[in-house]
């Protein structure tokens, strides 16, 4: 089990969300989807974790859109996480960026192409957060022993290990939901992210995706046993700057949850 302030998350514990806009375009949409989504899972009674990225470094196209200047859109999470009392959490893709994001996010994200950068992994670890690995597409579940035990050697045990598709054939992605039962025998809480799991990557001059594949992602998740559910949502995808054909339209959470909060129930119950 691992404590997010004073969220807990593992051990057969309700799942925790892990969700907001895949990039901050600016502050009022992040602030706004932030407020949205912590509303709706104050009403469900879902712990919440705000997630958002500072900067998207890999992008399909050289114009894409990257994010806004650093420090302002470290200081839109401080604000959020001030203002709504909620964890936060936020890639890092350098070991130069650690220090000043650690100073704001409670939680250090590892990117899915970077989440065998050993150093990148030794930096995050030192810092004493918590660091979540995104389980790359190339990697088999088995393979994220060895990434669990680079972090391990800085002594920090606080870490969440994240399945998010798997590279099937060309411009495609698979979910093997064995995954979630390898990873968790590691001991570590598993988390699915349900959105990037329905990418199409690199279709043409940006990635695509299968929107309508969210929900039943979240659903076999939620029956295998998840400790959390990661979700990337917008109040208006088709506006998105980044992953916009596979965000989660906003008004589309509360049903989702509604599920997969039932499903997460009644599973975790017969354990």
């Known amino acids: 089990m691992v404590n997010i302030n004073k969220i807990k ?27 949205a989504i912590k509303k709706i899972t104050d009403e469900l009674n879902i712990p919440f974790v705000f997630k958002s990225s500072y900067k998207k470094a890999n992008r399909t196209s050289v114009k894409s859109f990257v994010g806004i200047h650093f420090d302002k859109a470290l200081k839109i999470l401080e604000k959020i996480k001030k203002e709504f009392c909620i ?129 039943t992602l979240a659903k076999a998740a939620a029956a295998v046993g998840i400790d959390g559910l990661f979700l990337e949502v917008h109040p208006d995808p088709s506006k998105a700057l980044s992953d916009a054909e596979s965000q989660l339209p906003l008004d589309m959470l509360k049903k989702i949850l509604t599920t997969v909060k039932q499903i997460d129930g009644i599973v975790k119950n017969e354990k």
């Open 9 to 35: 998350i593992g051990n057969n514990l309700p799942f925790v969300l892990i969700a907001g806009p895949c990039v901050i375009e600016n502050e009022k949409t992040t602030l706004c989807t932030a407020e």
């Open 87 to 215: 964890p936060v959490l936020t890639d890092i893709h350098s070991e130069n960026e650690i220090e000043s994001v650690s100073r704001v996010a409670d939680i250090l994200q590892i990117p899915a192409f970077l989440c065998r950068q050993t150093d990148l992994l030794i930096a995050a670890g030192r810092t004493g957060k918590i660091v979540n690995v995104k389980k790359g597409q190339f990697l088999a579940p088995q393979d994220m022993k060895h990434i669990i035990e680079k972090i391990e050697t800085t002594k920090n045990k606080k870490i969440l290990l994240t399945e998010r598709g798997t590279t099937f054939g060309y411009h495609n992605l698979v979910v093997d939901m064995r995954s979630l039962q390898i990873m968790k025998e590691f001991g570590y809480p598993v988390i699915m992210d349900a959105t990037h799991a329905v990418q199409l990557p690199s279709k043409g001059s940006e990635s695509g995706g299968e929107r309508q594949f969210i929900f």
